[in-house]
């Protein structure tokens, strides 16, 4: 563990999984987190023949990530997420200070230029969307709201008169303040 962190209380749970539940848990990672690190450090304990983690140093680990990128072919954004689900794995719920770790390389990501629609492919693709869904479709795409936001979004959260809507526990868990597109503002 580093030096100066918090010291995590001890855990309650007797199997490695639940353990590791528990941990995310208590640090308040999202729930999409959760269940993410849980299969990828299922997946680790497989691969291995349902070894102990504990027992299993570098050469494993090198062996399931160099596995994950070679033989399943995984983006780099997907062997990152793997390879953290475990850094956080030994450091937070077996609580092995690994630095060998710390120095696995982590793969590159294509740099790709962004796809920008014109405005009138935007119109497009709004007009065949179902009218039932096309204004919310029109929000999503006018405040660069996430899906889950525009879901979760109440009447107490649109300020007409600012014309701001107030997106509550956004990614992140946080707060924002949106402006509200004045074409939305009738429908």
Do not use: C
Not at 107 to 116: E, G
Not at 147 to 164: A, M, T
């Amino acid at each position: 563990m580093k030096t100066g962190a918090p010291a995590l209380p001890p855990l309650k749970s007797a199997k490695v999984l639940d353990q590791l539940r528990e941990r995310v848990r208590y640090l308040h990672y999202s729930p999409r987190t959760e269940k993410s690190y849980v299969y990828w450090v299922r997946a680790f304990i497989r691969f291995h023949g349902v070894r102990h983690p504990a027992s299993m140093g570098p050469t494993e680990v090198q062996a399931f990530l160099s596995w994950l990128a070679n033989e399943r072919g995984l983006a780099a954004a997907t062997h990152t997420q793997a390879l953290s689900a475990l850094l956080f794995f030994y450091g937070k719920v077996l609580g092995i200070d690994l630095p060998w770790l710390q120095d696995i390389g982590r793969p590159r990501q294509a740099r790709r230029l962004p796809v920008v629609l014109a405005p009138d492919e935007v119109a497009r693709v709004l007009s065949v969307i179902d009218p039932s869904h096309r204004t919310l479709a029109k929000l999503l795409y006018g405040t660069g709201m996430r899906l889950n936001e525009g879901l979760q979004l109440r009447v107490k959260d649109l300020e007409f008169d600012r014309q701001v809507i107030l997106v509550r526990e956004g990614k992140g868990g946080k707060d924002r303040v949106v402006m509200l597109p004045r074409s939305l503002v009738a429908p």
